[in-house]
Nanobody, 127 residues
Framework: QVQLVESGGGLAQAGDSLRLSCPAS????????MGWFGQAPGKEREFVAA????????HVANSLKGRFTISRDNPKNTVYLQMNSLKPEDTAVYYC????????????????????WGQGTQVTVSI
């Protein structure tokens, strides 16, 4: 098993930047594909970004490309979400997720593909 704890959320103004962190504990972190999802009030959990084992491949939701970046530091067992030029519509609880994979190039965009989740961190963006 792996335990995930998100941090870095908070209150921001439109145009600000935030960096979310998600350190993982437990099994070999580098063997996990990682992802970030956002859930706004009253909405389903939506894909934000995903990254492969060694960070060689990433995928960001089309609507967020150019503003959000996912990265990971395997020696620190941590995945990050850099959020730039924040907008009020980015307001959501952001969750990181982990999924063990046998293939280093695995990358998952569906929340159903992930077995392990953090508790979430709230990001609120005001005008």
């Amino acid at each position: 098993q792996v335990q995930l704890v998100e941090s870095g959320g908070g209150l921001a103004q439109a145009g600000d930047s935030l960096r979310l962190s998600c350190p993982a504990s437990g099994r070999t972190f580098s063997n996990y594909a990682m992802g970030w999802f956002g859930q706004a009030p009253g909405k389903e959990r939506e894909f934000v970004a995903a990254i492969t084992w060694y960070g060689s491949t990433t995928h960001v939701a089309n609507s967020l490309k150019g503003r959000f970046t996912i990265s990971r530091d395997n020696p620190k067992n941590t995945v990050y979400l850099q959020m730039n030029s924040l907008k009020p519509e980015d307001t959501a609880v952001y969750y990181c997720a982990a999924q063990p994979s046998a293939y280093s190039g695995s990358l998952y965009v569906s929340p159903d593909a992930y077995d392990y989740w953090g508790q979430g961190t709230q990001v609120t963006v005001s005008i």
